[in-house]
């Protein structure tokens, strides 16, 4: 999907009358995610399709929608550029599990649930659009906010006077966090991350792949290139692991020329070198594309993504 088609999808969004809102717990507990639902319900019974509309027309509508600071929609990689938007399907490894697990749990929310006391930390609207007379696609658009809380030093007025509000208020966001449309999932932001505890997810790809080329037999210090590889940002950096590199490389050919162009050094048995952190660290980049050549200056640069050109 590229922007002008987000922007369609969300003016068909803006257009749809039927929402149904809830409040969502998220909790991570012994390496598992584990959601609730709260159902609410606002008044007057027009307030959520008209919020939902406002939200929609701060995206798509006037010099300043929120859209137009978007340069692009692109497929996951770890990376976290703000002016982009980035997009996984329900099934992916990073997600579907939890995916599974929330879907289950707005299915079946807590029916005895007290909103003020359910201890929320997003919501979600729900509904569905028709993209045409055949075609319906069903939509949940989440706020990643703690969505009840008790304001201070806000007052309302009772008719004589500015009496203080001092009672638990649910607030709604002209934003969105992450947004399900059909089997796709569209992060607007990385707090969409939080909603499905990626950073075990990205840990557990990490460590394979970091066993992969442990595996290959490839490097000379394998205790040294795990640690590096799970240290800092490299776990995030191997959600876009090239399997396409990673197996060129195990051709010794491809192995001295990355290491002429890179400087990781080899060794006498054609291993990269990695009981230096910095060429453990040069590897793991080339491995999942954050490390290019560039051609006209002759010099090995570090890219935040890569993509084929089209």
Not at 87 to 102: G, M
Not at 161 to 175: A, G, I, Q, Y
Not at 216 to 228: A, H, N, W
Request: net charge neutral; proline share 4%; with cysteine.
């Amino acid at each position: 999907m590229n922007l002008t088609e987000m922007k369609a999808i969300l003016g068909r969004i803006g257009e749809t009358n039927e929402w149904e809102m809830q409040l969502i717990r998220i909790r991570n507990k012994r390496g598992q995610t584990n959601y609730s639902a709260c159902t609410v319900t606002l008044h007057p019974s027009d307030a959520l399709p008209d919020f939902v509309c406002s939200l929609i027309e701060s995206y798509i509508k006037g010099a300043k929608a929120q859209l137009k600071k978007y340069n692009a929609i692109t497929d996951y990689d770890g990376t976290a550029e703000q002016t982009t938007i980035y997009s996984l399907k329900k099934d992916h490894e990073l997600v579907a599990q939890e995916y599974e697990n929330l879907i289950g749990a707005m299915a079946k929310p807590e029916v005895e649930a007290d909103a003020l006391q359910f201890k929320a930390n997003a919501y979600v609207i729900t509904g569905t659009i028709n993209l045409d007379s055949e075609t319906s696609v069903p939509v949940k658009i989440f706020s990643m906010q703690k969505p009840v809380s008790t304001l201070k030093h806000r007052f309302f007025h009772d008719g004589s006077s500015f009496t203080e509000l001092d009672k638990p208020v649910l607030n709604l966001r002209l934003s969105i966090d992450v947004l399900f449309f059909g089997a796709d999932i569209y992060f607007f932001n990385m707090s969409g991350e939080n909603l499905f505890c990626m950073e075990r997810s990205y840990k557990a790809v990490c460590a394979a792949c970091a066993q992969d080329v442990i595996d290959s037999e490839m490097i000379s210090d394998p205790v040294l290139f795990k640690g590096v590889s799970g240290a800092g940002a490299n776990p995030r950096r191997f959600v876009s692991f090239s399997r396409s590199r990673f197996e060129a490389m195990k051709d010794h050919s491809v192995r001295r020329k990355v290491a002429e162009q890179f400087g990781i050094p080899l060794n006498e048995m054609g291993r990269f070198v990695t009981s230096e952190s910095s060429a453990a660290d040069k590897l793991v980049r080339v491995l999942c594309k954050k490390g290019m050549f560039d051609p006209f200056e002759d010099v090995p640069v570090e890219v935040s993504s890569s993509k084929n050109w089209q």
